[in-house]
């Protein structure tokens, strides 16, 4: 035997290559589509409503079971994410837009419909949370919500154009795009899920979604829903004391960086989605444009903030954290001060720009800091509540923004 034969390689000890990093676009394509699948429905509820046999005013529950589904299903998925692997969320979330899509295709009454837009909504939140969670940089998470502002802003002429050329059943299918980008993601995701050694805190969950459910419907039913949102976070507050390593990590609250961040985030949300409603109804009222003018301005303005939200992100790292959190700020606030008080009515527009652009930039800065500030095991929950936090910005906004073209 020569000295070759003799000689075993010994086994290797090197840790396995970490995955390669998920191109920034093919994370905006897996997340981005929730946001014109929400919008989708604004231009033609109408339509939706004849083919049903209902009011139009009816018919706009399909926009809040949407809503209702995003909300819940953020930290839900989030919690997925944190017990089972990035790839039991991707399974999960692809299965619920497929099922979703499909009973939204063939429904022929209202509430089965609305169950199937929860469905795609639960999916998207999913896709959503995955996405964030693989981002890692404020500049690639710049190209996530910069995706979302402007798909947002196309979502309701995107809807109207594929139900004028085909049926607005196709049009509540455009999410379904998200599923483009799975296969490349699924093989890049991490396939080892995390180790869980306590039990889910399946009454901190429930809470959590019941609070996250009433607030909600505050702008459908303000007195109940205020009184119930104020008791389930009573309770919740309860439970978290009680267990403060469950759904809702008591340390993760009390983490200044992470709660101000999200508290941040929620105020910037509500500010766009209330000048998004309220902007239009103010041009018509204040100037002699038409319609199609009012919505072909608005859609330029925030298109025009999201891609500025997007150089904003990729500046980000040059400029500083207190610099970029400085112009947020300052923007932040300059936009509704501006809506307020402006005596031109055309003003107005920018003032959409300056909205998108603070809540697109602030949600890739602010999530980056809610996330870094958590420890490593609890950051998918961090991106979950903080995405919450966000998205009850865009429960609340149209309902400030009902109050304001009312009382004008």
């Known amino acids: 035997m020569s000295l070759l034969d003799r000689i075993r390689p010994l086994p290797s000890t090197a840790p396995p290559p970490e995955p390669r990093p998920v191109p920034a676009l093919w994370l905006a394509l897996l997340a981005t589509p929730l946001a014109a699948g929400a919008n989708s429905p604004v231009l033609i509820l109408g339509d939706i409503a004849d083919s049903f046999g209902v009011r139009t005013a009816t018919a706009t529950w399909l926009v809040t079971a949407f809503a209702w589904a995003v909300a819940v299903g953020t930290p839900l998925m989030a919690g997925l994410l944190r017990r089972r692997g990035m790839r039991a969320v991707l399974r999960l979330s692809a299965t619920l837009v497929v099922t979703g899509t499909a009973v939204v295709a063939v429904a022929p009454w209202l509430p089965l419909a609305m169950a199937g837009r929860a469905a795609q909504a639960l999916g998207g939140a999913g896709l959503v949370t995955a996405a964030m969670s693989l981002a890692g940089t404020i500049r690639r998470m710049g190209v996530i919500t910069a995706g979302f502002g402007a798909l947002g802003a196309v979502g309701p002429l995107l809807g109207s154009a594929i139900a004028g050329t085909a049926s607005w059943r196709v049009s509540l299918a ?10 490349l993601v699924a093989r890049r995701a991490d396939p080892a899920p995390p180790r869980q050694s306590a039990p889910f805190d399946r009454r901190g969950a429930a809470l959590l979604v019941l609070l996250a459910t009433f607030l909600v419907l505050v702008p459908r039913f303000p007195l109940p829903a205020t009184t119930a949102s104020l008791t389930a976070g009573v309770l919740l507050a309860l439970h978290i004391r009680s267990h403060p390593t469950g759904f809702v990590p008591l340390s993760l609250l009390r983490t200044r960086t992470f709660l101000l961040s999200t508290l941040l985030a929620c105020a910037f949300a509500t500010s766009y989605f209330t000048l998004l409603f309220t902007v239009p109804q103010l041009l018509h009222d204040r100037t002699d444009w038409t319609t ?20 904003l992100a990729v500046a980000a790292t040059r400029l500083g954290r207190p610099r970029v959190l400085a112009v947020l700020l300052t923007t932040g606030a300059l936009a509704p001060l501006a809506a307020l008080l402006t005596p031109w009515p055309p003003l107005l527009l920018p003032v959409a720009t300056l909205a998108v652009f603070t809540t697109s930039a602030g949600q890739a800065t602010l999530a980056v800091l809610a996330v870094q500030s958590a420890p490593a095991p609890q950051r998918p929950t961090a ?26």
Do not use: E
């Open 174 to 183: 455009v999410g379904a795009v998200a599923l483009l980008a799975l296969p």
């Open 383 to 408: 991106i979950g509540l903080f995405n919450l936090g966000y998205q009850l910005g865009g429960a609340f906004g149209p309902a400030i923004a009902a109050l304001i073209v009312l009382g004008a």
């Open 292 to 311: 199609s003018t009012i919505g072909t301005g608005q859609l330029v303005a925030l298109l025009t903030g999201s891609a500025l939200s997007m150089a």
